[in-house]
């Protein structure tokens, strides 16, 4: 890997003989209900190049779908989970304590978006910090029903994937939901529900929580959350304006109701601040983390105000969640982010999005471009009056985009997202947009 300079290289077809082998076992053994999006087997990883079973390389502008936020096998992050994993690999912080358990949680404490103490549970994936948000609302509110949003991804378990609103293939098969969950359409500028401007917009989409739903079908008095992610992330990487949180917050306060970010996916320096919340000024009741914590290693965090996580010893617990190999992991991470990486985060994606907005121009078929730090995304259309989706149009260019060494994916209908990990140099962010602006030409030829 230390010849390719950081960028691909391709040596066989795609995919190569070993990959087409391991492939063709995965498919006898594995659940068919995996998603992928083409025939890549990694063998290794090192920042942000990933090298499959035959000697290719190619640049992950995927990042392990947002998780490896400080590269693959980043030096420091490697050498603490040696570390740890010498000293020991299990202990159950719900039933014993362990030092860098509290590290962990007093950092990310001191780290949260909202003023004032916080508290935090650990679990070892988005959607159980995402239960655990749930269960943590009507333990304390005494409410059972919730808010969510459409284009949402909050997880596949039965009570987080009761909030997700993104595919209906994820729903299909398994009603009832266990939870009463009313979606209202998101804050999407480019796709207005109400067929706004954005200089004209009143925050329809919040508005219509008080003039519509909390007068009709849904009493105020009984919504627990409302769930929202500040970049929504499946959904397509939409970026809402700033007043959609400060109206989100406002009617929140009003009726008692917490108001959960999860940032399961835009934190951890994605958007080029810790938290996306920041962006926004927004201060939430409970966030949710997972993804980026950990540079890969499976953790999760719930952080909630102090006076909102008050709840009975046993009332919630998990056996793996905060293991100590993942904690340490954990900490190199932030400790890499503090250090630099959040801020090349934001400037690498600045530059990026500059070159990306001249798309829009450029090419009729891209519709939109959007995003913050390295959490980027454009949208590919029919015709731009119309906005008629292109989703055969956007498979087409992730094909094209990984014959030529680049591993990017979809998100949302038709958009393509990039979420490279937060370590990637210039040279490789001029590459990877040089090879889309490629694909965009051929796909569209």
């Keep these: 890997m230390s010849e390719s300079h950081g960028l691909p290289r391709i040596i066989t077809?795609?995919?190569?003989?070993?990959?087409?082998?391991?492939?063709?076992?995965?498919?006898?053994?594995?659940?068919?209900?995996?998603?992928?999006?083409?025939?890549?087997?990694?063998?290794?990883?090192q920042g942000a190049v990933v090298e499959d079973v035959d000697g290719n390389l190619f640049l992950d502008f995927n990042a392990g779908?947002?998780?490896?936020?400080?590269?693959?096998?980043?030096?420091?992050?490697?050498?603490?989970?040696?570390?740890?994993?010498?000293?020991?690999?299990?202990?159950?912080?719900?039933?014993?304590?362990?030092?860098?358990?509290v590290a962990l949680a007093e950092k990310l404490a001191a780290l949260a978006p909202m003023p004032g103490p916080k508290r935090v549970f650990f679990g070892n994936s988005g959607t159980e910090a995402v239960e655990a948000a749930l269960k943590l609302a009507r333990y304390r509110t005494g409410r059972d029903k919730f808010i969510a949003f459409l284009g949402a991804f909050h997880g596949r378990t039965m009570g987080s994937l009761s909030l997700t609103g993104s595919k209906s293939v994820q729903k299909q098969g398994f009603a009832?939901?266990?939870?009463g969950v009313t979606h209202v359409p998101y804050a999407n500028c480019y796709r207005c529900a109400y067929n706004r401007q954005p200089d004209s917009c009143a925050v329809e989409c919040v508005k219509v929580l008080e003039n519509e739903?909390?007068?009709?079908?849904?009493?105020?008095?009984?919504?627990?959350?409302?769930?929202?992610?500040?970049?929504?992330?499946?959904?397509?990487?939409?970026?809402?304006?700033r007043k959609f949180f400060d109206e989100l917050r406002a009617v929140c306060d009003k009726h008692g109701i917490l108001?959960?970010?999860?940032?399961?996916q835009s934190g951890m320096g994605?958007?080029?601040?810790?938290?996306?919340?920041?962006?926004?000024?927004?201060?939430?009741?409970?966030?949710?983390?997972?993804?980026?914590?950990?540079?890969?290693?499976?953790?999760?965090?719930?952080?909630a105000r102090a006076e909102v996580m008050q709840w009975r010893p046993g009332a919630h617990a998990s056996t793996?969640?905060?293991?100590?190999?993942?904690?340490?992991?954990?900490?190199?991470?932030?400790?890499?982010?503090?250090?630099?990486?959040?801020?090349?985060?934001?400037?690498?994606?600045?530059?990026?999005?500059?070159?990306?907005?001249?798309?829009?121009?450029?090419y009729p078929q891209v519709g939109d471009v959007r995003g913050m730090g390295l959490m980027l995304?454009?949208?590919?259309?029919?015709?731009?009056?119309?906005?008629?989706?292109?989703?055969?149009?956007?498979?087409?260019?992730?094909?094209?985009?990984?014959?030529?060494?680049?591993?990017?994916?979809?998100?949302?209908?038709?958009?393509?997202?990039?979420?490279?990990?937060?370590?990637i140099t210039e040279e490789q962010a001029d590459f990877a947009l040089a090879t889309i602006e490629s694909c965009i030409s051929e796909a569209t030829a």
Excluded at 176 to 179: S, V
Excluded at 217 to 234: H, K, R, Y
Excluded at 389 to 410: C, S
């Design 270 to 303: 994605r958007t080029g601040r810790m938290f996306a919340c920041e962006h926004f000024g927004l201060e939430p009741d409970i966030v949710t983390m997972a993804k980026g914590i950990a540079s890969g290693l499976p953790l999760s965090a719930t952080i």
């Design 320 to 362: 793996f969640g905060g293991n100590p190999v993942s904690i340490a992991a954990s900490l190199a991470t932030l400790e890499l982010l503090e250090q630099g990486l959040v801020e090349q985060a934001a400037r690498t994606g600045a530059a990026m999005l500059r070159r990306m907005k001249g798309w829009v121009e450029r």
């Design 13 to 45: 077809s795609l995919p190569g003989p070993k990959a087409a082998a391991i492939i063709e076992r995965d498919q006898a053994v594995i659940s068919p209900s995996y998603t992928r999006g083409y025939p890549f087997v990694i063998a290794r990883g």
């Design 213 to 241: 739903l909390f007068r009709t079908i849904l009493p105020a008095d009984e919504v627990a959350a409302v769930f929202v992610e500040p970049v929504q992330g499946e959904g397509g990487y939409v970026v809402p304006p």
């Design 259 to 264: 108001l959960a970010a999860d940032e399961v």
């Design 65 to 101: 779908i947002a998780v490896v936020a400080t590269g693959h096998s980043h030096p420091r992050v490697v050498e603490e989970v040696r570390r740890q994993a010498g000293e020991f690999l299990h202990m159950s912080g719900t039933d014993f304590y362990y030092e860098n358990m």
């Design 176 to 179: 009832p939901l266990p939870l």
């Design 377 to 423: 995304a454009f949208e590919l259309v029919k015709d731009k009056a119309t906005k008629e989706r292109a989703p055969e149009l956007r498979d087409r260019i992730v094909d094209l985009a990984f014959e030529r060494g680049l591993l990017i994916l979809g998100a949302g209908a038709n958009s393509i997202r990039l979420s490279p990990p937060l370590v």
